[in-house]
C-alpha cells in the first residue's frame, strides 16, 4: 500500500471523469441485478478533484488481493473497495436513491480522509468536504469547474494552508477565496471606517501575493505548509464598538513552511471569523532578514477604534482634531514599515523612534482625555511588546523615562501604573535575552529577582490599579512553579480578597481548591466532547486519571504514547482516563484525537485555560493531571505519568 497526494497527480480530463462517472452509475444500477462489481483497477481510477489530499492506494502488483464490494444500507447502496488488510480504500455511493453516483469518498489507514459530492443529481462535484485526518474543510464549487469558490467551514490554521498553497502555485483565485470581502464584514456588522481599511488590505491578493514571491527566498514553487503557529485567539466585545456582534480573532498569526528540507516562517498576520470559516486580512509575508518582520502592536481589529478610523480614511474619533488625523494617518505608514521583512536593527530604531515622536506629537494635539488616554496607551504597548519579542530591546528604557516624566506631571495619573507594570515585564524580557547572549549561569536567576522585587513593590504602590491583579497571579504561579505552595497559597488568598471580582481573582479561588485536593473527593462535570455529560461521580469505582490538556502545548503531546500504554494495560483492571481539553478551536480536536489515538472521554467546553472547569481549579500549566482513586477520592492533585505507572503498579495498588 502507499499513500498517495492528490496534488501530486495528473488531473483527469473532464472526459475521462464523466466516463468514469457513468461506469460507476452502471455498477449502481446493476448491483440489485447481481451484476459483478468493476474491478479493483477501474475504481482506482477515481481521484479527489480538489488537490492537497493524502489517501491510501494499492500498488497494481496488490491489486489482486483487493476486493469490490457492495454496500447496502436503507436507500443508500454503491460499492466499497477493501485492501489488502480488509481496511476501507473508498466508497462510491447512491445516498438518494436515483441510480447515479453522488459521492466518493477516500480513505486513509481505513478512516475516511475526504468526500466529493454532488448535491444537485447531474453527475458533476459541487462540494468537497476534508474529515477525520483529513481535517475540517468544506468547500463548494459554485459553478463545477473543480475549483472550489466559497467555503462553508474553514479552520484558522488550514485558512492558512490554503493560502500558502495557493501563493506557491500562482492560484490567484484560490487565495481570494480566504481573503475576508465586503460581504463578510457586512455579515459581522463591523463599523465602515475599519471595514475600509480591511478592504484595502486584502485587495488584489494575486497582485500582491506575486510581489511577496519575486522578492523571497523561502517561498517557492516546491515549498510545502507545515503547521499553523499562533497564541490564542481574541475575542473583541460588542461594546468595543467595532462590531455589532462578537468578534474573534487571531493577531500576528504564522504558517511554518518547507522547502526542500529547510524550514521557514510565513506572517499570517490578523484573521478573523465568519460563522465557521477563518478568513485572512492580508497577503501572508515570509519571515526572511536577519530580524526577520517585526510586529510592534496588534493588527486592524486590535487597534483602538480612533486610530483605526484615521486609517481607513474616516475621522479619528469624536472631536479629533486634522491634525491629529494627518499625524494617525502617517503613523499607519510607519506601522506597515515595521512589519516588513528584511528590516535590519538600525531601520527598526529609527522607525520605532519616529513612532514615539508622532504619538507624542498626537498626544499634545489631542482635545479630550479619552483621545490622550488611547494614544498613550497606543505609545506604551509598541514598546512594551517591541522590547519584549527582541525587536527594540530600547523599549524598556523608553519607558523608564516615560515613567518618570509622568510621575513629575502627573502622579495621581491611572497612566503612571499602566507605564510601571509594562516597563517591569519589558525589562524582565530584555535581561532574559541578554543574558542568553552573554552566557552567564547566573544572571537569569539575577534578573528574575530583580523582576519579583519589581512586581512586589508595584503592588504595594499601585494596589488599586487595573493590573495589580495580574502582577499577584504572576507571582502566586512563579511560587507555585517553585515548589513553595505555602506562599504561592499566601498570594492567592491575597489575590480572593483583595480582587475577588476580577478574572485572577476567580483562578486565584480556583487554585486554592487545587492546592487542598489531596485526600478529597474531586467534583468534576462538564459536557462531553461527543455530547452529553460526563461526571466523576459516574465514574466510582474506577481509577481515575483527569488530565488537562490541549494540543497546542508540545510537552502534552510528548506524554501521549505513555499515556496510551497506561491506558491499554490498565482499562481492563479497572481504570480510566477523562481528557480536559483546553482547545480554543473545537473543529481541531476530534482529528486530533484520532492521530493521536487518544480514545478515552474527553471534557470540553469553549474558551480554553479560560473557561470554567480550568478556572474552577486555577489550572496554570499543561498538561496538568489528578490522580483519583476508586472512592473518588484525589490521590495527586499534580501527579506525573512515571507516578502514574508507579501507582497501578500491582504491588502499589495492594498497599492501597
Same mark, same amino acid.
Given at each position: 500500500?502507499?499513500?498517495e497526494?492528490s496534488?501530486?497527480?495528473?488531473?483527469?480530463?473532464?472526459?475521462?471523469?464523466?466516463?468514469?462517472?457513468?461506469?460507476?452509475?452502471?455498477?449502481?444500477?446493476n448491483?440489485?441485478?447481481?451484476?459483478?462489481?468493476?474491478?479493483?483497477?477501474?475504481?482506482?481510477?477515481?481521484?479527489?478533484?480538489?488537490?492537497?489530499?493524502?489517501?491510501?492506494?494499492?500498488?497494481?502488483?496488490?491489486?489482486?488481493?483487493?476486493?469490490?464490494?457492495?454496500?447496502? *444500507?436503507g436507500?443508500?447502496?454503491?460499492?466499497?473497495? &477493501?485492501?489488502?488488510?480488509?481496511?476501507?480504500l473508498?466508497?462510491?455511493?447512491?445516498?438518494?436513491?436515483?441510480?447515479?453516483?453522488?459521492?466518493?469518498?477516500?480513505f486513509?489507514?481505513?478512516?475516511?480522509?475526504?468526500?466529493?459530492?454532488?448535491?444537485?443529481?447531474?453527475? !458533476?462535484?459541487?462540494?468537497?468536504?476534508?474529515?477525520?485526518?483529513?481535517?475540517s474543510?468544506?468547500?463548494?464549487?459554485?459553478?463545477?469547474?473543480?475549483?472550489?469558490?466559497?467555503?462553508?467551514?474553514?479552520?484558522?490554521?488550514?485558512?492558512?494552508?490554503?493560502?500558502?498553497?495557493?501563493?506557491?502555485?500562482?492560484d490567484?483565485?484560490?487565495?481570494?477565496?480566504?481573503?475576508?470581502?465586503?460581504?463578510?464584514? *457586512?455579515?459581522?456588522?463591523?463599523?465602515?471606517?475599519?471595514?475600509?481599511?480591511l478592504?484595502?488590505?486584502?485587495?488584489d491578493?494575486?497582485?500582491?501575493s506575486?510581489?511577496?514571491?519575486?522578492?523571497?527566498?523561502?517561498?517557492?514553487?516546491?515549498?510545502?505548509?507545515?503547521?499553523?503557529?499562533?497564541?490564542? +485567539?481574541?475575542?473583541?466585545?460588542?461594546?468595543?464598538?467595532?462590531?455589532?456582534?462578537?468578534? &474573534?480573532?487571531?493577531?500576528?498569526?504564522?504558517?511554518?513552511? /518547507?522547502?526542500?528540507?529547510?524550514?521557514?516562517?510565513?506572517?499570517?498576520?490578523?484573521?478573523?471569523?465568519?460563522?465557521?470559516?477563518?478568513?485572512?486580512?492580508?497577503?501572508?509575508q515570509?519571515?526572511e532578514?536577519?530580524?526577520?518582520?517585526?510586529?510592534?502592536?496588534?493588527?486592524?481589529?486590535?487597534?483602538?477604534?480612533?486610530?483605526?478610523?484615521?486609517?481607513?480614511?474616516?475621522?479619528?474619533?469624536?472631536?479629533?482634531?486634522?491634525e491629529?488625523?494627518?499625524? =494617525?494617518?502617517?503613523?499607519?505608514?510607519?506601522?506597515?514599515?515595521? $512589519?516588513?521583512?528584511?528590516?535590519?536593527?538600525?531601520?527598526?530604531?529609527?522607525?520605532?523612534a519616529?513612532?514615539?515622536?508622532?504619538?507624542?506629537?498626537?498626544?499634545?494635539?489631542?482635545?479630550?482625555?479619552?483621545?490622550?488616554?488611547?494614544? $498613550?496607551?497606543?505609545?506604551?504597548?509598541?514598546?512594551?511588546?517591541?522590547?519584549q519579542?527582541?525587536?527594540?530591546p530600547?523599549g524598556a528604557?523608553?519607558?523608564?523615562?516615560?515613567?518618570?516624566?509622568?510621575?513629575?506631571?502627573?502622579?495621581?495619573?491611572? =497612566?503612571?501604573?499602566?507605564?510601571?507594570?509594562?516597563?517591569?515585564?519589558a525589562?524582565?524580557?530584555?535581561?532574559?535575552q541578554?543574558?542568553?547572549?552573554?552566557?552567564?549561569?547566573?544572571?537569569?536567576?539575577?534578573?528574575?529577582?530583580?523582576?519579583?522585587?519589581?512586581? /512586589?513593590?508595584f503592588?504595594?504602590?499601585?494596589?488599586?490599579?487595573?493590573?495589580?491583579?495580574?502582577?499577584m &497571579?504572576l507571582?502566586?504561579?512563579?511560587?507555585?512553579?517553585?515548589?513553595?505552595?505555602?506562599?504561592?497559597?499566601?498570594?492567592?488568598?491575597?489575590?480572593?480578597?483583595e !480582587?475577588?471580582? $476580577?478574572?485572577?481573582?476567580?483562578?486565584?479561588?480556583?487554585?486554592?481548591?487545587?492546592?487542598?485536593?489531596?485526600?478529597? +473527593?474531586?467534583?468534576?462535570?462538564?459536557?462531553?466532547?461527543?455530547?452529553?455529560?460526563?461526571?466523576?461521580?459516574?465514574?466510582?469505582?474506577k481509577?481515575? =486519571?483527569?488530565?488537562?490538556w490541549?494540543?497546542?502545548?508540545?510537552?502534552?503531546?510528548?506524554?501521549?504514547?505513555?499515556?496510551?500504554?497506561?491506558?491499554?494495560?490498565?482499562?481492563?483492571?479497572?481504570f480510566?482516563?477523562?481528557?480536559?481539553?483546553?482547545?480554543?478551536?473545537?473543529?481541531?480536536?476530534?482529528?486530533?484525537?484520532?492521530?493521536?489515538?487518544?480514545?478515552?472521554?474527553?471534557?470540553?467546553?469553549?474558551?480554553?485555560l479560560?473557561?470554567?472547569?480550568?478556572?474552577?481549579?486555577?489550572?496554570?500549566?499543561?498538561?496538568?493531571?489528578f490522580?483519583?482513586?476508586?472512592?473518588?477520592?484525589?490521590?495527586?492533585?499534580?501527579t506525573?505519568?512515571?507516578?502514574?505507572?508507579?501507582?497501578?503498579?500491582?504491588?502499589?495498588?495492594?498497599?492501597?
Amino acid at each position: 500500500m502507499q499513500v498517495e497526494r492528490s496534488d501530486e497527480m495528473n488531473v483527469q480530463t473532464q472526459r475521462t471523469w464523466m466516463w468514469i462517472v457513468v461506469l460507476g452509475a452502471t455498477c449502481v444500477a446493476n448491483a440489485a441485478s447481481a451484476a459483478p462489481p468493476p474491478s479493483v483497477k477501474e475504481t482506482m481510477a477515481f481521484v479527489p478533484k480538489q488537490r492537497d489530499v493524502e489517501f491510501e492506494t494499492p500498488k497494481p502488483e496488490e491489486y489482486a488481493k483487493c476486493k469490490v464490494e457492495l454496500d447496502r *444500507k436503507g436507500k443508500v447502496s454503491g460499492w466499497v473497495v &477493501l485492501g489488502v488488510n480488509g481496511q476501507i480504500l473508498r466508497k462510491f455511493l447512491d445516498t438518494d436513491g436515483d441510480g447515479k453516483l453522488d459521492q466518493w469518498r477516500y480513505f486513509n489507514h481505513g478512516i475516511e480522509v475526504y468526500r466529493d459530492i454532488d448535491t444537485n443529481d447531474n453527475e !458533476k462535484v459541487d462540494q468537497a468536504r476534508w474529515l477525520n485526518l483529513g481535517g475540517s474543510r468544506w468547500g463548494i464549487d459554485q459553478n463545477e469547474d473543480g475549483r472550489i469558490d466559497v467555503w462553508r467551514i474553514l479552520s484558522a490554521a488550514e485558512a492558512s494552508k490554503e493560502a500558502v498553497r495557493a501563493m506557491v502555485s500562482g492560484d490567484d483565485a484560490a487565495l481570494q477565496s480566504v481573503m475576508v470581502t465586503a460581504e463578510d464584514l *457586512k455579515a459581522l456588522g463591523l463599523n465602515q471606517a475599519m471595514a475600509a481599511k480591511l478592504l484595502e488590505s486584502s485587495a488584489d491578493a494575486g497582485k500582491k501575493s506575486r510581489a511577496v514571491l519575486a522578492k523571497s527566498k523561502s517561498l517557492t514553487g516546491q515549498t510545502k505548509w507545515s503547521r499553523f503557529d499562533a497564541s490564542m +485567539p481574541s475575542l473583541i466585545p460588542t461594546d468595543d464598538e467595532k462590531a455589532t456582534a462578537d468578534l &474573534l480573532v487571531y493577531e500576528n498569526a504564522v504558517a511554518i513552511v /518547507e522547502t526542500q528540507g529547510k524550514y521557514a516562517a510565513v506572517q499570517v498576520g490578523e484573521m478573523i471569523r465568519i460563522g465557521e470559516v477563518w478568513k485572512l486580512t492580508q497577503v501572508p509575508q515570509p519571515i526572511e532578514g536577519e530580524n526577520g518582520s517585526i510586529v510592534t502592536a496588534g493588527g486592524i481589529l486590535m487597534q483602538p477604534l480612533m486610530a483605526a478610523n484615521n486609517a481607513a480614511g474616516g475621522a479619528a474619533g469624536p472631536g479629533a482634531s486634522p491634525e491629529v488625523e494627518k499625524l =494617525l494617518g502617517e503613523l499607519v505608514k510607519i506601522e506597515q514599515g515595521l $512589519t516588513q521583512p528584511n528590516a535590519d536593527r538600525a531601520a527598526v530604531k529609527a522607525l520605532m523612534a519616529r513612532r514615539g515622536d508622532l504619538l507624542n506629537q498626537a498626544i499634545k494635539l489631542a482635545e479630550t482625555d479619552d483621545e490622550r488616554l488611547l494614544l $498613550t496607551k497606543q505609545l506604551v504597548d509598541g514598546f512594551a511588546l517591541a522590547a519584549q519579542v527582541g525587536a527594540y530591546p530600547e523599549g524598556a528604557a523608553d519607558l523608564k523615562a516615560m515613567e518618570q516624566d509622568w510621575r513629575r506631571k502627573s502622579p495621581k495619573s491611572p =497612566l503612571v501604573p499602566y507605564v510601571v507594570y509594562r516597563r517591569i515585564q519589558a525589562q524582565y524580557y530584555v535581561g532574559l535575552q541578554d543574558s542568553e547572549k552573554d552566557k552567564e549561569k547566573d544572571k537569569p536567576a539575577e534578573v528574575q529577582k530583580e523582576w519579583i522585587q519589581g512586581l /512586589e513593590e508595584f503592588i504595594a504602590e499601585f494596589s488599586d490599579s487595573e493590573d495589580s491583579s495580574d502582577a499577584m &497571579l504572576l507571582l502566586a504561579h512563579h511560587e507555585e512553579l517553585s515548589a513553595r505552595s505555602k506562599e504561592a497559597t499566601e498570594w492567592y488568598q491575597r489575590l480572593v480578597k483583595e !480582587k475577588p471580582k $476580577t478574572e485572577a481573582g476567580q483562578r486565584a479561588v480556583g487554585a486554592l481548591r487545587r492546592l487542598d485536593l489531596n485526600g478529597k +473527593p474531586l467534583v468534576l462535570t462538564g459536557p462531553g466532547l461527543d455530547g452529553g455529560t460526563i461526571d466523576m461521580r459516574s465514574l466510582r469505582g474506577k481509577n481515575v =486519571l483527569v488530565v488537562f490538556w490541549s494540543s497546542e502545548y508540545k510537552v502534552c503531546e510528548d506524554d501521549l504514547p505513555d499515556l496510551r500504554a497506561i491506558y491499554q494495560a490498565n482499562k481492563p483492571k479497572g481504570f480510566e482516563i477523562v481528557g480536559v481539553c483546553l482547545d480554543m478551536n473545537k473543529a481541531a480536536v476530534k482529528p486530533y484525537l484520532a492521530q493521536h489515538k487518544m480514545t478515552w472521554p474527553q471534557l470540553y467546553q469553549p474558551g480554553g485555560l479560560s473557561n470554567p472547569m480550568a478556572l474552577g481549579y486555577g489550572v496554570i500549566s499543561l498538561p496538568t493531571m489528578f490522580l483519583v482513586n476508586a472512592e473518588g477520592v484525589v490521590v495527586s492533585r499534580n501527579t506525573s505519568v512515571q507516578e502514574v505507572k508507579t501507582a497501578l503498579t500491582p504491588k502499589a495498588a495492594a498497599g492501597k
